[in-house]
């Protein structure tokens, strides 16, 4: 079996809480995107992954791996080997080891008949990581609690163009998450993207951006250089480094190239 995991956006984000076991409460949109990581699970007669187009240790520690080992626990799985070929940059705030993750899941349980469904679904890929119940839903949604709890949301960015830019810095997201500052009282960002696109860079905003621009001027500079571009709206996504960038029409790349890895979303 063949299946493409794709990326996702953070339109805002707001750290409002930290709690006792450590983790960050949060309010985000999450916007499912057209960048793809290619994944093929096939029966094998010894369990075995393979990573392409990047270059990191494949072992127990991958997120596809991880995926695999938990429903083999709970369910007769065959063993099988995990292609995976990266297309998703990494430590780019963009989902991609968790979409990997959520994607595995999906994939054992359509291809040997495990009868999951999306909560039970959801509450697998919880415990791979904070990010990964979203792909499971894989739409719009507004996210609360550690980012695990959704209400759907009516946003449709298709009429738009989106572009996604990855510089070279790789950013950690326990990193990112032990210098962020905690805010209350921030404007509700279900409310704030009801407004015009345009009028967006004034209200919904990242809170991970703060202190990454301070540590990372390249990425601030790469956000201003969107608004050059003609950008309605651009941000950071998630804890960074990629910054996008919604346009009304294709803009020229020039600048933006300069700047690092561009992707059409
Ligand atoms: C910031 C966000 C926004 O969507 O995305 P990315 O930028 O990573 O894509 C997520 O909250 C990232 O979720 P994810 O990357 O799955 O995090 P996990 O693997 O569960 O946790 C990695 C580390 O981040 C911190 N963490 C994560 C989520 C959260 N709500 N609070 C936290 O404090 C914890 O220190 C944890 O040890
Ligand atoms: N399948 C995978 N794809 C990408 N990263 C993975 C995967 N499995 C484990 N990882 C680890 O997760 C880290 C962050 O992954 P990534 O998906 O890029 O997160 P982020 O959304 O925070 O940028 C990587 O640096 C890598 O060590």
């Not at 990573?51 to 991880?66: A, I, Q, T």
């Not at 509450?123 to 990581?129: D, E, K, M, R, V």
């Not at 345009?198 to 390249?218: C, I, M, S, T």
Request: with cysteine; hydrophobic share 40%.
């Amino acid at each position: 079996m063949l299946e493409f995991a794709n990326a996702k956006i953070n339109i805002g984000l707001h750290i409002v809480g930290k709690r006792a076991d450590g983790y960050h409460d949060l309010e985000s949109i999450f916007y499912p995107v057209k960048v793809y990581d290619a994944i093929e699970i096939f029966p094998s007669e010894e369990y075995s992954m393979q990573v392409y187009n990047f270059d990191f240790p494949v072992g127990e520690d991958n997120l596809c791996s991880k995926a695999y080992h938990l429903l083999a626990h709970d369910f007769d799985l065959p063993l099988v080997k995990i292609n995976l070929l990266k297309g998703i940059p990494v430590g780019a705030g963009l989902g991609g080891g968790s979409s990997d993750a959520s994607h595995v899941l999906l994939m054992l349980n359509k291809q040997f008949n495990l009868h999951l469904n999306t909560q039970q679904l959801e509450t697998y890929a919880a415990q791979l990581g904070a990010d990964c119940p979203f792909f499971i839903r894989n739409k719009p949604v507004y996210a609360t609690g550690i980012g695990t709890t959704f209400s759907d949301l009516d946003l449709d960015l298709s009429d738009k163009r989106l572009l996604i830019v990855k510089p070279p810095i790789h950013i950690s997201t326990a990193e990112a998450y032990k210098s962020v500052a905690i805010r209350t009282g921030q404007v509700d960002l279900r409310q704030a993207i009801q407004l015009p696109i345009q009028e967006w860079k004034f209200h919904v905003r990242n809170d991970f951006e703060e202190g990454l621009f301070r540590a990372y001027p390249e990425i601030e500079r790469l956000k201003a250089a969107f608004y050059d571009s003609g950008a309605v709206y651009a941000a950071m996504s998630g804890s960074g480094s990629a910054v996008f960038g919604i346009f009304d029409e294709l803009p020229d790349l020039k600048e933006l190239q300069k700047l690092g890895h561009v992707f059409s979303a």
